[in-house]
């Protein structure tokens, strides 16, 4: 038989017993449409979030040491910040070999800023004059201040995007004064939009000033937030942190048991863990979708036997017009592929819609990937051939002398 | 057209062993004749016709069809003589259910060489008088009309040889007349016609009668023909 001799039957077939299609095409439209679905949401949302965790953290050849023990995984928090981790520390670590710099950061979230009749309250982060290099920040317009500005506890800051859009909608912001806690600072640079950080929130809420004024006008602490130390070589992170702890514990004088009242962290390791929850994430419910794949086909099978038990008659009608037992494989062969592609266009169909509709919907990130609808039709197709192979072999068996009705 | 020699079937039963449906039936049909095959049910009329007609094999023998040795042909050479060479006509029409006429008539053409000839199928619809009837699916039509249309099914490929099995088994007198008028000019046409009938009206259409019992054929007989004293062909 012709390739489209194959297909008009098989259509005449579908078309013949409505039903039955619709509920072998049904089991595997729903496994595909799954599959394509959370494949393509679960690749898109772990995209998404290395993407904002990359926003946050900028560069990846560093550590991040923050104040207290590890009580929890993931990021740093920012407010609550144990006064353990000091100045000395940061030039300390700064001494050792393997680092190439480090950046100290003191930051305050309750503070309130104005300019003019307008407020907003941002972050305020202190930090050193390396800390836009170390970030790999950009700056959009203007100056970050130097090493100079942060010794003469200058008072000059950098905002974000928020803050810009929050207190000078209509004005340029550079050479502006805005108070900081009523202290005044002069505008002299605009940070380039991060985007979002992994929670979903802005990281352009922010306002950037020399870490020394920071910590002796404004804040009066002597401790950090946090502190960024550059490798000289990314590939000895995990050598670096031990030597980092060993020396913190060394000044802090900790010994054992007792507990570290710091926390290093390896951005590419955390990096590394939220993406294998992703992962995972994704692998489970690939299988899920699987099993409804699996299922799906079953159904095929199932339903097609027993329409080879009904269309005995048309079998040995068929092959008394001159089908060989070959021809009544193909046929059958054909008509599960044919039910299962439908099944499997129709799920990557539908897929596709949920995951424009979920986009437009703003429930889902937009990423519509090609790949996972690519392997749906692909793994329809084998679950049609697969499944088709025990029905279309029954079929043929079928003796036609007695199959018809003389 | 077909030349048999001592052609055997048995089939195995079970426990009963061996059923000996055919034994050793020898007999040859010239090209042309119109044969009615006679005998009480049991007495391998359809065992004869379905080696005939190349659904089944024989146990031993030789089948010389239109010169071609068939009884060792394999499934796919069977098929294609089925195919291109033999017309089947059933007691209960065998059209596909829920397909139209024109469909059912095609259907050899999709495995002649996979190419639907509308205008083929709609010719042979046409030669019964069902031209009109092509978009009807069995159950919409009369059971005289199914079988004009399983005989427009049969001659779609222009067979040498229609197999007739009780084709009026299942219809009034008036729509078996018109059947067998139409089997009777194939015949004129130059076909070979072999006909199972019980029916005495109907066998007087054939020229020539086999007549079988337990397997064996008992007697093979020219019969006086309708108006035409000559019989074609005749007995060995």
């Known amino acids: ?406 | 057209m077909i030349q048999v020699t001592d052609l055997s079937k048995s089939y195995s039963r079970g426990d009963k062993g061996l059923v000996h449906a055919l034994v050793d039936v020898s007999f040859e049909i010239a090209k042309g004749e119109f044969v009615v095959v006679r005998g009480a049910s049991g007495s391998g009329k359809s065992t004869l016709l379905n080696l005939i007609g190349c659904l089944d094999v024989p146990t031993s023998g030789r089948y010389l069809f239109a010169g071609e040795d068939v009884a060792d042909y394999r499934d796919k050479q069977l098929a294609r003589i089925r195919n291109q060479k033999i017309g089947f006509i059933f007691q209960s029409f065998n059209l596909l259910p829920r397909t139209t006429a024109i469909e059912n008539v095609e259907l050899p053409l999709v495995y002649l060489d996979g190419r639907v000839d509308r205008k083929r199928a709609l010719a042979a619809l046409e030669r019964v008088g069902l031209a009109a009837r092509a978009r009807h699916f069995p159950n919409e039509l009369s059971g005289g009309e199914q079988q004009r249309v399983a005989i427009a099914r049969a001659l779609i490929n222009s067979p040498g040889l229609i197999l007739a099995d009780e084709p009026t088994g299942n219809l009034d007198q008036k729509a078996g007349a018109e059947v067998m008028g139409i089997l009777q000019e194939l015949h004129k046409e130059g076909r070979t016609i072999l006909l199972v009938t019980h029916d005495d009206e109907v066998a007087r259409y054939a020229r020539r009668e086999l007549f079988l019992r337990d397997g064996r054929i008992i007697s093979d007989r020219t019969l006086p023909g309708h108006g035409h004293s000559t019989a074609i062909g005749g007995a060995r």
């Open chain 1, 1 to 406: 038989m012709k390739i489209h001799a194959l297909i008009s039957q098989a259509t005449r077939v579908t078309r013949r017993y409505p039903l039955r299609s619709t509920l072998m095409t049904g089991g595997v439209l729903i496994g595909i449409a799954s599959l394509a679905l959370l494949t393509s949401v679960g690749e898109a949302t772990k995209h998404l979030t290395m993407q904002r965790f990359k926003n946050m953290i900028g560069t990846f050849d560093t550590l991040m040491v923050r104040p207290g023990g590890a009580k929890s995984r993931g990021m740093p928090t920012l407010v609550n910040v144990p006064p353990t981790l000091r100045f000395d520390d940061a030039q300390a670590i700064a001494q050792l070999p393997e680092i190439k710099s480090v950046a100290e950061m003191q930051s305050a979230f309750d503070i309130d800023i104005k300019y003019r009749d307008k407020t907003a309250s941002p972050g305020v982060f202190g930090v050193s004059p390396n800390w836009l290099a170390l970030r790999s920040d950009e700056l959009a317009e203007g100056n970050f201040f130097t090493e100079e500005q942060n010794s003469a506890l200058a008072r000059v800051a950098v905002i974000g995007t928020d803050v810009r859009s929050a207190l000078f909608p209509e004005e340029d912001p550079l050479g502006k004064t805005i108070r900081i806690a009523e202290v005044p600072f002069q505008v002299i640079g605009i940070l380039q939009s991060r985007g979002a950080g992994p929670a979903g929130g802005s990281l352009d809420n922010v306002i950037l000033i020399p870490v020394s004024t920071a910590s002796r006008r404004l804040f009066n602490r002597d401790y950090l937030t946090m502190l960024i130390a550059q490798l000289r070589d990314p590939n000895q992170a995990d050598i670096v942190t031990s030597e980092v702890q060993t020396l913190l514990r060394y000044r802090h004088s900790i010994r054992p048991p007792e507990l570290d009242d710091f926390t290093v962290t390896n951005p590419r390791a955390t990096m590394a863990r939220v993406t294998q929850a992703g992962n995972t994430l994704s692998r489970i419910l690939t299988g899920v979708s699987v099993l409804a794949l699996l299922i799906g086909g079953a159904v095929i099978m199932g339903l097609m036997s027993i329409a080879v038990s009904e269309r005995r008659n048309e079998v040995g009608v068929r092959r008394s017009v001159g089908a060989s037992q070959s021809d009544i494989v193909v046929q059958f062969m054909f008509e599960a592929l044919f039910v299962a592609l439908m099944g499997g266009l129709g799920g990557v169909a539908i897929g596709c819609g949920a995951v424009l509709l979920g986009a437009r919907m703003r429930m889902m990130p937009a990423n519509l990937l090609w790949q996972p609808f690519a392997q749906g039709i692909v793994l329809s197709l084998v679950i049609g051939l697969l499944c088709g192979i025990y029905p279309a072999w029954k079929a043929s068996r079928i003796d036609p002398i007695q199959a018809i009705r003389f």
